[in-house]
């Protein structure tokens, strides 16, 4: 079955730090690629999408995600997190083969520590 | 300013008892999503409609319903065979269907005593 997996629920990161989210999707082709981030209490919003091409993706915010074929990856990163930073994280795919239906992983909180 | 207006944002019901969820939006997107967030699970997809007059199940439709009688509205209502009602609820469109940019409403926390 597809699937999108973010395997830290968790991550604690400083001020200043560099910060990287994994993601991995079980697809039978590779699918479209999205990251998406909540404030609590919030929608989503869209940082970075991927559909084909270069394989680092430039988002808002200061985030960039790579796109790894090989490993089923698609990690989001960012050089130095700010407070406002502190939210929680979504990786999704949308299946071209199946209409594109859209499919969340579990997401990851990130916590900021000043 | 287009977007996605949920309402309202928190609700409370009587175990029993039906209860719906508005989704409204102005952004002329065809396409319009039903997701069910809880904790650790990400985002479930419960319905979805790719245009008016028509809708699909998602992955976990049962208990749930919807219509899609205009283009800017999407409705859910939480029936009473829904076994685990309480979550957060969140609507989403897009501009032609999966696969491109949804934009998402603020949701809606239902929470069922």
């Known amino acids: 079955a597809q699937s999108v997996t973010q395997p830290d629920i968790h991550i604690t990161v400083s001020e200043g730090a560099s910060l990287e989210l994994r993601c991995n999707y079980s697809?039978?082709?590779?699918?479209?690629l999205f990251w998406y981030v909540q404030s609590p209490g919030q929608g989503l919003q869209l940082l970075l999408k991927?559909?084909?091409?270069?394989?680092l993706v430039q988002g808002i915010k200061g985030f960039e995600a790579e796109f790894k074929r090989s490993q089923s990856s698609f990690n989001l990163r960012k050089p130095s997190v700010h407070w406002s930073d502190a939210a929680e994280y979504f990786c999704a795919a949308a299946d071209k083969a199946a209409g594109n239906k859209l499919t969340f992983g579990g997401g990851t909180r990130v916590l900021v520590k000043p | 300013d287009g977007g996605i207006t949920q309402s309202p944002k928190y609700l409370f019901r009587k175990e029993g008892q039906n209860v719906t969820l508005s989704c409204e939006q102005n952004?002329?997107?065809?396409?319009m999503y039903w997701y069910r967030q809880d904790p650790g699970q990400g985002l479930r997809l419960i319905y979805y409609?790719?245009?008016?007059?028509?809708?699909q199940k998602g992955d976990i439709a049962e208990g749930y319903s919807v219509s899609r009688e205009k283009k800017e509205s999407f409705p859910l209502t939480v029936t009473s065979a829904q076994k685990n009602p309480t979550a957060f609820y969140l609507c989403?469109?897009?501009?032609?269907?999966?696969?491109?940019?949804?934009?998402f409403g603020q949701g809606t926390r239902l929470t069922v005593v």
């Open positions: 989403a469109s897009t501009a032609d269907g999966f696969g491109t940019e949804a934009f």
């Open positions: 991927y559909f084909s091409g270069d394989t």
């Open positions: 952004l002329n997107h065809d396409a």
């Open positions: 409609s790719q245009i008016v007059n028509d809708f």
């Open positions: 697809y039978g082709a590779t699918p479209y």
